[in-house]
């Protein structure tokens, strides 16, 4: 059943290019409320375990050396449709592709470097929100 909630890092390039606050404008003006957030940076091995669904791929050493080598900025949002209208938002993964108006078109790098992360589903939004967010984290 579709929820009302999804996930979001806004990830360590765009956090150490000043990118917070524009990004965080960006998921506002499109209607998001933000439930719970926080500046934190991961360990190795917590940027191995979020991202373990992709250990196989060439690219995880670099994902987690990635995603671990500056704060992260984690947020849990509220909106009607939130996971698939925030995909919308967000963009392609490679902002090559990213559409005019998308976060990753606006503050990406790189394939690689990609400035935010959106869950892929309501299941995934769940479990990544329970991993970086206690309950008493998150306001009603
Ligand atoms: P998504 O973030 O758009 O859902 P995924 O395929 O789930 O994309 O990949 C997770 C993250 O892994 C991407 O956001 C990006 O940071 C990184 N990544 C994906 N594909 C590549 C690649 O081909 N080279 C380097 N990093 C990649
Ligand atoms: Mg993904």
Partial sequence: MATNRTFTMIKPEAVAK???GK?????IGAGYQIKAMKLKSLSKT????????HAERPFYGE???????????????????AVEDFRTLI??????EAAEGTIRKAYATSKGENAVHGSDS???AAIE???????EEIVG
């Fill in 23 to 27: 990004i965080i404008d960006m998921i």
């Fill in 91 to 96: 963009g392609a993964t490679d902002p090559a």
């Fill in 18 to 20: 000043g990118y917070t």
């Fill in 122 to 124: 309501d299941e995934n």
């Fill in 63 to 81: 994902l987690v050396d990635y995603m671990s080598g500056g704060p992260i900025v984690a947020m849990i949002l509220e909106k009607d449709n």
């Fill in 129 to 135: 929100s329970a991993f970086h967010f206690s309950a």
């Fill in 46 to 53: 917590e940027a191995g375990e979020f991202y373990a669904v």
